[in-house]
């Protein structure tokens, strides 16, 4: 599977099997985190056969079922750490589903205390991604169109579709999609239209849309 077919098939699967994660996808999985840190600053952590996090009521409420793996996804306190999390963290899930596993982003329902435990610091705590093996592969789920989604003046060019379909297929909170991607001179602008997680959901989205495009064409604003 590559990252275009990843795009394609992921979607958000909330009830896991009792399968254990094998070493070998594990460690190649922290590496893709400790590369990432390195990178990007934040701090993901990968958490094994920890199921705290999902066991309160909220997470009950939310229908997780055996959640036993998650990522904690954290940072220093800067001023756009949630967007910087979503870009960052899509792209963990994205390399999950590559390696065969499913995954959920979870800012409600789930227990942050038990998840505030685990950080080091003074580490922001974001939000957790819900990893292991699905009990189904989960379902897609109707998404707006490319033309509620974007707004272009001019011609745009063919990568600039491709951007928006990845764009298209990128989880946001309640399924939202409370975004907008414009179009203008080669120039891209990528804007929330506001509701809650939208600061994290516009990473998410700016992450899929420079997959789909090819990221050395896209110059945002
Ligand atoms: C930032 C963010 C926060 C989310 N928080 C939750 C949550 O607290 N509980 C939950 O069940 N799903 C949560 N989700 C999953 C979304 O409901 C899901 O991504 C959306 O419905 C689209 O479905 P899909 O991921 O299958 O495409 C969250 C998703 C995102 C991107």
């Given at each position: 599977m590559n990252i275009m077919d990843a795009i394609a098939e992921r979607h958000s699967v909330r009830s896991f099997k009792d399968d254990r994660i094998p070493h070998e996808v594990w460690d190649a999985l922290d590496r893709k985190i400790d590369a990432v840190n390195r990178e990007s600053g934040l701090s993901f952590r990968l958490v094994c056969d920890d199921p705290a996090a999902f066991d309160s009521r909220l997470a009950k409420y939310g229908r997780f079922e055996n959640v036993r793996n998650f990522i904690v996804c954290a940072g220093p306190k800067l001023p756009d750490l949630e967007e910087r999390v979503g870009?960052?963290?899509?792209?963990?899930?994205?390399?999950?589903?590559?390696?065969?596993?499913?995954?959920?982003?979870?800012?409600?329902?789930?227990?942050?205390?038990?998840?505030?435990?685990?950080?080091?610091?003074?580490?922001?705590?974001?939000?957790?991604?819900?990893?292991?093996?699905?009990?189904?592969?989960?379902?897609?789920?109707p998404v707006k169109s490319v033309d509620e989604l974007s707004h272009v003046v001019g011609e745009a060019p063919t990568w600039f579709k491709r951007g928006m379909w990845a764009a298209q297929l990128a989880p946001t909170a309640l399924n939202q999609q409370r975004f907008l991607i414009a179009y203008e001179d080669g120039i891209v602008r990528a804007t929330s239209k506001g509701g809650p997680f939208s600061d994290l959901d516009l990473g998410i989205v700016k992450r899929h849309f420079e997959i789909g495009a090819g990221k050395e064409n896209v110059a945002w604003a």
């Open positions: 870009y960052w963290g899509e792209g963990l899930v994205l390399e999950a589903q590559i390696l065969g596993l499913n995954t959920c982003w979870v800012g409600l329902t789930f227990s942050r205390s038990a998840a505030k435990r685990l950080l080091k610091g003074d580490e922001r705590l974001v939000c957790v991604i819900a990893i292991g093996y699905g009990a189904t592969q989960g379902a897609s789920h």
